[in-house]
């Protein structure tokens, strides 16, 4: 549960067996890219538990009961195919180390401060109201305005070049 609150977006590359535990962590990033050939199961009916370690809080924001219910009766892993089919992976990938350290490059480009800010919003948007999202996204939309990372997109924009946040 703590990926989530950490303030940087969490990319987990998946590969070989995402079984039990493991299958829990990747739950929590915010981010899963599974290799071709991975396997993911909820297993601890296997061996007479439940799912824990925030699984079955962050199983529900991602995909169907039925499907949660399928994955935590049965203990059966599923593909990779199916695991993104069913929302519980972002994307598959021929290499997904390197897919994840790719997309890292990408967001490493963006404002710091509006991704914090649009991982918090995120974050709130699986558990705020409406009215109470609108406002914090107001809230958020606010500090951003004008401050340094934001006049640093403008001008790398306009100008033609890479953003270089301080």
Request: charged share 20%; net charge neutral; proline share 5%.
């Amino acid at each position: 549960m703590i990926w989530r609150k950490v303030p940087v977006p969490v990319i987990a590359a998946l590969h070989g067996v995402v079984f039990g535990a493991g299958f829990q962590l990747a739950l929590g990033a915010d981010i899963r890219i599974a290799a071709r050939d991975t396997r993911l199961a909820a297993m601890e009916m296997k061996w007479g538990l439940v799912p824990d370690m925030g699984g079955l809080v962050l199983l529900p924001r991602l995909t169907r009961a039925d499907v949660i219910r399928k994955l935590t009766y049965t203990a059966e892993p599923v593909s990779a195919k199916q695991a993104l089919d069913w929302g519980l992976v972002t994307e598959v990938s021929e290499d997904p180390l390197i897919a994840a350290l790719d997309m890292a490059a990408v967001i490493s480009t963006k404002s710091p401060s509006a991704i914090k800010a649009a991982k918090a919003l995120i974050l709130h948007a699986e558990t705020l109201g409406e009215a109470e999202l609108l406002l914090a996204e107001s809230r958020a939309q606010g500090e951003l305005i004008g401050k340094p990372d934001q006049m640093e997109v403008i001008a790398a924009q306009m100008q033609g070049r890479a953003p270089e946040f301080k």
